[in-house]
């Protein structure tokens, strides 16, 4: 309810999908949201975000222009260390000649027209990919591919316990799967220079070396842009980055 009202204050209507659920998927989780997204206008702009390990930094019209800036039916957050892409589709949204560091799609920030979203999401991919994409070795996978990529960013003493799960594996496929079938049917593209999302993987442990405030906004030093919505995979993290963050709770309190 308080998340609810703070969004609302600022222009943004809030819904949670899956709450209360004892069993959540992807399959879940990207066929609720397709069956919400039925209900909407095709040119009503919708944000999909994962859970409460995001937090917004910009009110609703901030976020309503900077992706309408972005002159695009579908823009996707992006991260400097996401490493499980899906290798068959990797060449539909991996650009990877580009100067920002933010080049790996994160499918746990999106944002687009619904009637972009819907065509995106529609469920009977979502469950055909999930069956398909839920087996052991494919996690395997993910946690050795995972490993490299974080030596290769400077994490040497790299956790094998932090891994992405195969939830947002599964959801990098599916986008990927989209876009390699309907290469030319929406524009979609990747947030790499942080405009509106920042992903803080790979940085939430040094995050200070990553961020700086300026006028009550958060600046990603990396790209020098004020991100207005922050996305701290996993709710360990989440808290942490928090306290890292903010000093005070009055400052928490303006963010939020």
Not at 1 to 29: P, Y
Not at 44 to 69: H, M, T
């Amino acid at each position: 309810s308080i998340l609810k009202e703070s969004a609302m204050a600022h222009g943004i209507h809030v819904m949670i999908l899956g709450n209360g659920l004892k069993k959540f998927s992807t399959t879940i989780k990207l066929d609720l949201l397709y069956k919400e997204l039925c209900k909407l206008g095709d040119r009503e702009i919708v944000c999909a975000l994962d859970g409460f390990d995001v937090f917004f930094s910009g009110s609703g019209e901030e976020i309503k222009r900077r992706f309408q800036n972005s002159k695009c039916d579908i823009l996707i957050s992006a991260e400097r260390a996401y490493s499980h892409q899906f290798p068959k589709y990797r060449q539909f949204y991996d650009q990877l000649k580009i100067d920002s560091p933010y080049r790996y799609i994160n499918a746990g920030s999106i944002i687009g027209y619904a009637g972009a979203l819907r065509k995106m999401y529609k469920s009977s991919l979502s469950l055909k990919l999930q069956q398909r994409m839920y087996t052991a070795p494919n996690i395997n996978k993910i946690k050795r591919v995972s490993e490299k990529v974080a030596k290769a960013v400077g994490y040497e003493k790299f956790d094998k316990g932090f891994v992405y799960s195969h939830i947002y594996y599964t959801d990098q496929q599916h986008i990927g799967k989209y876009i390699a079938k309907n290469p030319d049917r929406l524009k979609i593209k990747i947030d790499h220079d942080t405009l509106l999302f920042w992903c803080t993987a790979f940085e939430w442990k040094d995050i200070k070396k990553h961020y700086k405030i300026e006028n009550n906004r958060i600046i990603n030093v990396n790209t020098k842009n004020d991100p207005l919505l922050i996305h701290v995979p996993g709710w360990r993290a989440y808290k942490k980055v928090l306290l890292e963050l903010f000093e005070t709770q009055k400052e928490l309190d303006y963010l939020l």
